[in-house]
C-alpha cells in the first residue's frame, strides 16, 4: 500500500510542476508569460527530480505506467503490481491537474483562446501527422527507458566503497537531465508526453472540469501519447535485456 501512495503522491507532484510551467508560460498574464520553451523543459525536468526524490525510497519512483510496463517486461517488476501503480499514476496525475488549474484559474479565466488552455493539461502536435506523431512518442519513451536502465545499472566509486545509483536523489538527477534533453530535441514534435500518466490523467481533468471556454478534449490524438509510450517502453526493455 505505501508504494501505491507515493506512487500517487510522486506522480501529482510531477503533473503539479509540469502542467504549473505550462500555464506559467503560455496562459495570459502570468508572470511568465511567453518565456519560452526552455523554461517549459526546465520546468518538467525538476518536476521530475523532486517527485522522484520523494518516490523513490518508497515506491522506485515510477511516476509512469511506460516505465512500469517496461520494468515488468524486463523481469524486474512483479506483474501483480502493475494495475496498482497504473491507477495510482492515473489518480496522482488527475489531482496534480487539478492544483494547477486551481493555482491558475484566474489566468485560465482571462485567456480566450480554448487550444492553449488545453496545451497546459495535455500534449498535441505541432504538425498533425499520426504516424510520424506516434514515432515521436515511441522515440521519446525508448530513450527515456533505454538509458534509465543504464542509470540504474550505475554505481558511484568512492573511499568509502561502492553506492550504487538507483533511483533515489542521486540517481534522480541523471533522470532529469535526461527528461530535459529529450525535451529540447524530440520534444518540439509532438510536446514529449513520454508518459501515459501525463497526458491521460490531466486530458481527463480537462474534460470534466469546469473550465470557462475550454474547447475540445482532443480524443482523437490521445491515443497516441497512452499507446506510443508503452510500445517505446517495452522496446527499451526488450533492448536493454539483451545487453545489460
Request: aromatic share 12%; glycine share 12%; net charge negative.
Amino acid at each position: 500500500m505505501e508504494a501505491y501512495i507515493f506512487e500517487f503522491i510522486g506522480t501529482a507532484i510531477l503533473l503539479l510542476m509540469g502542467t504549473a510551467v505550462v500555464a506559467n508560460v503560455v496562459l495570459k498574464d502570468t508572470k511568465g508569460h511567453n518565456s519560452g520553451w526552455i523554461v517549459i523543459t526546465t520546468g518538467w525536468a525538476l518536476g521530475v527530480y523532486i517527485a522522484v526524490v520523494v518516490a523513490g525510497p518508497y515506491s522506485g519512483a515510477h511516476l509512469n505506467p511506460a516505465v512500469t510496463v517496461s520494468l515488468a517486461v524486463m523481469g524486474s517488476f512483479d506483474w501483480a503490481l502493475v494495475p496498482g501503480y497504473i491507477i495510482a499514476q492515473m489518480s496522482g496525475a488527475f489531482i496534480g491537474a487539478f492544483l494547477c488549474w486551481l493555482n491558475y484559474k484566474d489566468h485560465f479565466d482571462r485567456t480566450e483562446d480554448s487550444g492553449t488552455k488545453l496545451a497546459v493539461f495535455s500534449t498535441g502536435p505541432a504538425i498533425r501527422n499520426t504516424p510520424i506523431n506516434f514515432i515521436g512518442e515511441v522515440t521519446g519513451t525508448f530513450i527515456l527507458l533505454f538509458v534509465i536502465y543504464f542509470i540504474t545499472g550505475a554505481e558511484i566509486q568512492s573511499s568509502d566503497g561502492v553506492t550504487p545509483v538507483g533511483l533515489g536523489s542521486v540517481g534522480a538527477i541523471p533522470v532529469a537531465f535526461l527528461v530535459w534533453v529529450i525535451g529540447l530535441s524530440l520534444g518540439g514534435t509532438t510536446g514529449y508526453a513520454i508518459n501515459p500518466a501525463r497526458d491521460l490523467g490531466p486530458r481527463i481533468f480537462h474534460a470534466i472540469a469546469p473550465i470557462k471556454s475550454k474547447g475540445s478534449s482532443d480524443w482523437g490524438y490521445a491515443w497516441i501519447p497512452v499507446i506510443g509510450p508503452i510500445i517505446g517502453g517495452v522496446l527499451a526493455a526488450l533492448a536493454a535485456s539483451v545487453l545489460l
